[in-house]
């Protein structure tokens, strides 16, 4: 029954910001922390950022902190990244996806998350 639609993707020069969503249904959010994390074409899954719905506690990749921030919009059951300084390098199809509430060292590990959604797709163009 839980459903995760990811929106906002697209066409973006270097440089420039995009801002990703996710939206749930089915209340999946109230016990889970939702993360967001991309596969870029040939290399494998990997994690980017995360946030526990209820405190807001946040975790970021290396590859992305600073540049990207996660946030939810408790009221209307969405969470996004807010991408600034986008390189060519992060091309890839995003995926938001959720799991039962946990650290922050958890979220890290791709296969724990139980909910994904179809992605979509970024590119970054130099």
């Known amino acids: 029954q839980v459903q995760l639609v990811e929106s906002g993707g697209g066409l973006v020069q270097a440089g420039g910001s995009l801002r990703l969503s996710c939206a749930a249904s089915g209340r999946p959010f109230g016990d889970h922390r939702i993360g967001w994390l991309r596969q870029a074409p040939g290399k494998e899954r990997e994690f980017l950022a995360s946030?526990?719905?209820?405190?807001?506690?946040?975790a970021y990749a290396d590859s992305v902190k600073g540049r990207f921030t996660i946030s939810r919009d408790y009221a209307n059951d969405l969470v996004y990244p807010q991408m600034n300084s986008l390189k060519p390098e992060d091309t890839a199809v995003y995926y938001c996806?959720?799991?039962?509430?946990?650290?922050?060292?958890?979220?890290?590990?791709?296969?724990?998350?139980?909910?994904w959604g179809r992605g979509t797709q970024v590119i970054v163009s130099s």
């Open positions: 946030v526990n719905w209820s405190y807001g506690h946040t």
């Open positions: 996806a959720a799991k039962k509430s946990g650290g922050a060292p958890g979220s890290t590990v791709v296969g724990s998350y139980e909910y």
